[in-house]
């Protein structure tokens, strides 16, 4: 399929119809969009309205006999055509590496898969998939019981050389990656797996404070605990910290999480099995000093 289009590509260019950039411009702009989710026939048989595909065959199928293609037939690859081929392609590239191509095509790969698992389609769906089983995987490695009267070790991660930005630290959105995963290791705690988000919901985030005390920098250790401050059938208050493998605190967030049914869709109590354990852990922490971070707001004097 790839090797049908590269031809008419090139004959397009040979015969002066139109440049790289501009093909380029018609794939990506075009069906490209579409194929990210629907295939052709999908497209072709919507294509065809309420009679379907039997439809878009009889109006449309016809038209495969003019003689509007060059599939059977390559255009002659001679030096004119390689080096108008070449200088387009790199007018078209704009001075950009080969490696930093490779990263605008995964970043933007990235971002159109994770813009699909929103509608739960194409490679959106298959992410979902992928994700849920990790879910699933990290719930069952997570091993013996923590000590619920000291703050939840529940999260590890090493800073990466992707998560560095221009000053040579850690960017503020990493942090609160870290802690969103904090966050999900602690409701697998809580049981909040596979089965209970299918029939019962989750717990979603509806707040965040986040306070940055160091910089964190590519290769660093980061380790982070949590603590349960309060929590009603609905509510879950908890109040994560970040700590660097030297013991330096780097970072704290105090979060509010809100239960949502899965029938509703609409905030409601947590299973009684849930509400149970998070019941277990605010109660066997509920000695612990409060933090000094907890309840802040930001605003000058």
């Not at 596979?194 to 964190?216: I, K």
Request: aromatic share 6%; proline share 3%; charged share 25%.
């Amino acid at each position: 399929l790839m090797e049908a289009m590269w031809r008419e590509a090139l004959w397009l260019v040979a015969d002066d119809v139109a440049t790289v950039s501009e093909i380029d411009d018609a794939v990506r702009l075009g069906a490209g969009l579409r194929w990210s989710f629907m295939g052709s026939f999908l497209t072709y048989r919507a294509a065809g309205g309420d009679a379907g595909m039997r439809h878009f065959m009889a109006q449309f199928g016809p038209a495969l006999k003019w003689p509007w293609t060059k599939l059977t037939d390559v255009p002659e690859l001679d030096d004119a055509l390689i080096e108008k081929l070449v200088a387009q392609s790199d007018a078209q590239a704009g001075g950009l590496t080969v490696r930093e191509l490779e990263r605008v095509r995964d970043d933007c790969l990235v971002a159109v898969m994770q813009g699909l698992r929103s509608q739960g389609y194409g490679a959106g769906a298959v992410l979902e998939r992928y994700e849920r089983q990790l879910f699933e995987a990290a719930g069952r490695a997570d091993g013996a019981a923590p000590d619920l009267t000291r703050p939840l070790a529940l999260h590890q991660a090493t800073v990466a050389p992707e998560w560095v930005d221009y000053n040579g630290h850690a960017h503020e959105s990493r942090y609160l990656q870290v802690f969103g995963d904090t966050t999900d290791a602690l409701l697998r705690l809580i049981g909040i797996d596979a089965a209970y988000l299918e029939t019962g919901g989750s717990y979603f985030t509806v707040e965040t404070h986040l306070s940055h005390l160091r910089e964190a920098s590519a290769g660093d250790h980061l380790r982070a605990t949590t603590q349960v401050l309060g929590c009603d059938e609905k509510r879950l208050h908890i109040f994560h910290t970040l700590v660097r493998a030297d013991g330096e605190t780097v970072a704290t967030a105090e979060q509010m999480l809100l239960h949502v049914s899965a029938q509703t869709g609409r905030a409601g109590p947590a299973g009684e099995a849930v509400l149970e354990r998070v019941r277990a852990i605010a109660a066997a922490q509920s000695a612990l000093p409060r933090p000094g971070q907890a309840g802040r707001s930001i605003g000058l004097p």
